[in-house]
């Protein structure tokens, strides 16, 4: 079994691609990282639900663009849940049109990063931020997305 994702995008004003555009990035992801095998679940909201999240499991008090929780490992059960990505729709937008790159562009970094955090990759240090981010590029220019970074 190859890795599963389920995407709700509850937000009522995702655009139709929202899902699709999730699903390539992961599946490249994987590919460049593992593969690995689960299921991981990816939740598209508004900023009222992700500030929520973010006050109640990281104590910050205002929404952000992704928040990624791992889940604990049990080997037993199969499929393996490797956790769950919440983004913020509204962020995505406004963030997309503050930097003029198309949405769909920072939509699959945004999954794209989130899915790292689950594999264990963080950006505690300069040195595993530089790892994460160069990670990043080569999976966002394997969909044709330039450089996120380099803006």
């Known amino acids: ?3 599963e994702i389920a995407v709700a995008p509850a937000a009522a004003t995702a655009a139709p691609e929202t ?7 992961i599946r490249a992801a994987d590919e460049a990282a593992g593969p690995v095998r689960g299921v ?3 939740l598209v909201e508004d900023d009222a639900a992700i500030r929520e999240l973010n006050r ?3 104590g910050v008090d205002k929404p952000t663009n992704v928040l990624s929780f791992a889940a604990a490992a049990a080997p037993s059960i199969a499929p393996r849940h ?3 990505i919440a983004i913020s ?3 995505t937008i406004r963030e997309a049109q503050a930097e003029a790159r198309p949405f769909a562009h920072h939509l699959a970094h945004l999954a794209v990063h989130g899915f790292l955090h689950l594999l264990g990759y963080d950006h505690q240090s300069d040195a595993a931020a530089e ?9 966002l220019a394997r969909l044709g997305i330039p450089d996120p ?3």
């Open 1 to 3: 079994m190859r890795l």
């Open 19 to 25: 899902r699709d555009v999730i699903v390539r990035a």
């Open 40 to 42: 991981i679940g990816v």
């Open 56 to 58: 109640r499991w990281r």
């Open 82 to 84: 490797l956790g769950d």
């Open 89 to 91: 729709y509204e962020t």
């Open 131 to 139: 790892g994460m981010e160069d990670l990043e590029r080569k999976i």
């Open 149 to 151: 970074y380099g803006m």
